[in-house]
């Protein structure tokens, strides 16, 4: 059974930065793909990034967050740069166990792991 555990939330400012975690446990990172979501209150889950063969972001993001993974540690990372008050939402981490070249924004219907998911909030 694959579990993923986020970590790395927090309260910051906006232009500062955060680092997000993301432990996939009962698969190897490198036959996972992962991607995180975001879910501000009161909007739907939008797509963030994802890794797999790979890369991919949304518009709101590219230039400033960068997706990685550390296959030794199984864990996969979100840099976020240039914080903005509207990157404020709960951060979840999804896996699926196939891996794919991305030509556009994946689903979250696709992804079939879940994390717990964790908070990021931006203040002016």
């Known amino acids: 059974q694959v579990q993923l555990a986020e970590s790395g939330g927090g309260v910051v400012q906006a232009g500062d930065s955060l680092r997000l975690s993301c432990v996939v446990s009962g698969r190897p990172i490198r036959m996972t793909t992962v991607a995180w979501f975001r879910q501000a209150s009161g909007k739907e889950r939008e797509f963030v990034a994802a890794?797999?063969?790979?890369?991919w972001y949304s518009d709101s993001v590219r230039g400033r967050f960068n997706i990685s993974r550390d296959i030794p540690k199984d864990t996969a990372y979100l840099q976020m740069d240039r914080l903005k008050p509207e990157d404020t939402a709960v951060y979840y981490c999804a896996a699926r166990s196939s891996l794919t070249a991305f030509v556009g924004a994946p689903k979250a219907i696709e992804y079939q792991e879940w994390g717990q998911g964790t908070q990021v909030t931006v203040s002016i």
């Open positions: 890794l797999s063969l790979n890369s």
